[in-house]
């Protein structure tokens, strides 16, 4: 019973955190490996494939826009060359295809970056003892709470769903399979550095989430296996339901909120772990 409500609890915090840039697999890492003592790379693994629940929360809330975008033209278009339709403003491309080239190219992007990173980190992470992780973890949110606070202090004057935004913003993604390394948070902020405004940033940060986990899970249980469990399906059912039922409400507030306070004090208390 008690490891029961140990994954029940990993699945609400899944469900609150996925939407606040203060990354949700770092902190999901310590929990499972100081809490539940799972090894690092289940540990690791667990934290990825538990983004499943809020993947479908967000599929379900973002249903519109995506339906928008997967129509039979914007498709057919996708792969069809025209410089001119690589550079558009701000404001005229959420109905136009070069949005949805925009986001293909970001994702293909971060699977470049992330799937050799990923590899890196998993042979290597079973060598590294618990007080480690979460020292490099703590370091890795000091790195996103930086990010964070100062992109919010500078914009470019012209935001363009260009190939070079595509590029940095697919390469921030990528960066962020490592814990600690917020999605949202780098790729917000990325966004805002590049002048959009903190309401099409976080829009679009999650937009290209939707694939990149889709293809990150699939890949995951390619290379690894099935490595379900009913305690683990528990959480990923509850990180739906949480998820589902708080994504509007704590995007909102992220919005308002300069989250990278918060980055800076879980930061501080995980590598405080490791010296004490």
């Known amino acids: 019973m008690n490891e029961i409500i140990s994954y029940i609890i990993i699945g609400i915090l899944q469900g609150v ?15 499972l490996s100081n809490i539940l003592n799972l090894s690092s790379q289940l540990s690791l693994n667990y934290s990825i494939l538990l ?5 479908l929360a967000a599929i379900v809330y973002f249903y519109k826009e995506i339906k928008s975008l997967l129509t039979f033209k914007n498709i057919s278009l996708l792969f069809k060359y025209n410089f001119k339709l690589l550079k558009i403003k701000e404001n005229t491309l959420e109905k136009d295809f070069s949005y949805l080239r925009f986001i293909f190219i970001t994702v293909i992007v971060t699977l470049l970056v992330s799937g050799p990173i990923y590899f890196l980190i998993s042979d290597g992470i079973n060598n590294f003892n618990i007080l480690l992780i979460n020292l490099i973890i703590g370091l890795l949110l000091f790195i996103t ?14 935001p363009i769903f260009s190939i070079k935004n595509s590029f940095l913003l697919g390469l ?31 829009k679009i940060s999650f937009l290209i989430s939707i694939p990149t986990i889709f293809i990150g899970e699939i ?3 390619v290379f690894n296996g099935l490595f379900f469990s009913p305690y683990i399906l528990i959480s990923i059912v509850v990180s739906f339901i949480v998820g589902y039922f708080t994504i509007d409400l704590l995007i909102k507030f992220a919005k308002k909120i300069n989250f990278s306070y918060f980055c800076f004090i879980l930061g501080a208390i995980y590598i405080l772990t490791y010296f004490i």
């Open 219 to 221: 890949a995951l249980l």
């Open 17 to 31: 955190v996925e939407w606040l840039p203060i990354s949700s697999q770092g902190n999901l890492m310590i929990y």
């Open 172 to 202: 921030f993604q990528g960066f962020s399979i490592l814990p600690g390394l917020s999605r949202s948070g780098l790729t917000t902020s990325l966004l805002l550095f590049r002048g959009f405004n903190p309401e099409n940033a976080f």
């Open 145 to 158: 709470g930086f990010l964070i606070f100062f992109s919010r202090k500078i914009f470019s004057k012209k």
């Open 51 to 55: 983004h499943t629940g809020t993947l």
